[in-house]
C-alpha cells in the first residue's frame, strides 16, 4: 500500500539522497550540463529544509510499507510575459522515486498529488524537469498525460 503526504523536515534527508543519486545519474548522461558543484547534496539539504517549512511550496512524499519510495515538489511561478496560459504554471523540478519500476504508479500519483493541489491554488498548467535519459519518468510523465512543450539542447565549448 502507498500513502501519499505532505513532506516534512524528517524527510529532507531521503529526498536529499534521493536527488544526489539522480544527478549523479544525469551527469553521466551529460556530463556538462547536469555536472554536480563540489557541494550539492549539502547545498540541496539545506534548500529542501527551506521548502518542506515553505507553505507555498507544495511538498509530497510517498510511502511504502512505511518506507520512504519518492517525492514530488511543485512551485507556483507566473508564466513569462510572453506567454499567456490563463494563469501561474506549477513547476516540478525535484520530483523522484527510489525504483524506476514505480514511475508509472507511485511516480503517477505524486505528480497527482501536487497538481491536484496546485490547481486548487489557481496554477492552469504544470511543467515537469526530466532529463533526456530518463525513459522511466519520461514514459511516466506520457501516461500521466503530459506532452513534451520543449527541449533545451547542449554543447560544450
Do not use: N
Request: hydrophobic share 45%; with cysteine; charged share 25%.
Amino acid at each position: 500500500m502507498v500513502a501519499i503526504r505532505s513532506a516534512s523536515s524528517g524527510d529532507v534527508e531521503a529526498i536529499a539522497a534521493l536527488m544526489d543519486r539522480q544527478r549523479e545519474t544525469y551527469e553521466q548522461h551529460q556530463p556538462v550540463f547536469w555536472r554536480r558543484a563540489a557541494d550539492a547534496r549539502a547545498r540541496h539539504t539545506a534548500f529542501l529544509a527551506v521548502l518542506v517549512d515553505d507553505p507555498k511550496a507544495i511538498c509530497r512524499v510517498a510511502e511504502r510499507e512505511g518506507g520512504f519510495a519518492g517525492f514530488a515538489i511543485g512551485s507556483l511561478v507566473p508564466s513569462p510575459p510572453v506567454y499567456d496560459p490563463g494563469g501561474p504554471t506549477c513547476t516540478l523540478d525535484d520530483y523522484a522515486v527510489m525504483d524506476d519500476h514505480d514511475w508509472a504508479t507511485i511516480g503517477v500519483d505524486l505528480l497527482r498529488a501536487v497538481t491536484d493541489e496546485a490547481r486548487r491554488r489557481g496554477a492552469v498548467q504544470v511543467v515537469v524537469v526530466c532529463g533526456r535519459e530518463d525513459g522511466a519518468k519520461r514514459e511516466a510523465l506520457g501516461l500521466a498525460g503530459l506532452s513534451i512543450a520543449s527541449e533545451w539542447w547542449t554543447a560544450p565549448l
